[in-house]
């Protein structure tokens, strides 16, 4: 399976630019906190704190033709009734993306998100809002890698995910609505 590029001569593999579980490769459990009694508890935060600075939100906005009646598509009855010639509705979409590669400051999101785009919109957890354009998607795994300028990235890098075994803690972080991350964790 290979991503669709926009660009020639380069060939993303989705394996090779995704093991898309988010594995991390710091540890995810440290023990800084404590409860009443002074007993450790285990807390995600030390870990949030390194790698939530790669979790962005991806803005898009696109212009889609509307469709008219099929009866409106005759010239005469489009004069008749007023009908302008083409209508458009602009669309907003939101998701959320990591950044793997600060040198070039490639993204990886959902193809979803930046689908039909016209304007695609990054912005980091530091506040900066930066434009993207796509290098490449697979619609079928729902994956796309976009670019920002690469300024002062932090990345998260992609860990191997056939070294993921049961009982391993996994966290899934995203930032959808351009608030602020959120965080899940589980279990394989």
Do not use: C
């Amino acid at each position: 399976m290979r991503i669709k590029e926009r660009r020639r001569g380069r060939g993303w593999s989705v394996a090779g630019v995704l093991g898309l579980s988010l594995v991390l490769a710091a540890p995810a459990w440290s023990l800084p906190t404590e409860d009443s009694q002074g007993t450790p508890l285990p807390s995600l935060a030390p870990m949030l704190e390194k790698v939530t600075p790669a979790v962005v939100n991806v803005a898009t906005l696109s212009r889609i033709s509307v469709q008219d009646n099929p009866l409106l598509n005759d010239p005469f009855f489009r004069r008749f009734f007023g009908v302008p010639e083409q209508q458009q509705h602009q669309s907003q979409s939101l998701g959320s993306g990591v950044i793997v590669d600060a040198k070039h400051g490639y993204v990886l999101t959902n193809n979803h998100v930046v689908d039909k785009a016209q304007e695609i919109k990054v912005t980091l957890r530091d506040g900066r809002t930066l434009d993207a354009t796509v290098v490449g998607t697979d619609a079928e795994s729902d994956v796309a890698v976009i670019q920002i300028p690469a300024e002062n990235l932090t990345a998260l890098p992609i860990a191997d995910s056939d070294k993921l075994r049961v009982g391993d803690f996994v966290v899934a972080i995203g930032n959808p609505f351009g608030l602020g991350q959120t965080v899940t964790s589980g279990i394989v």
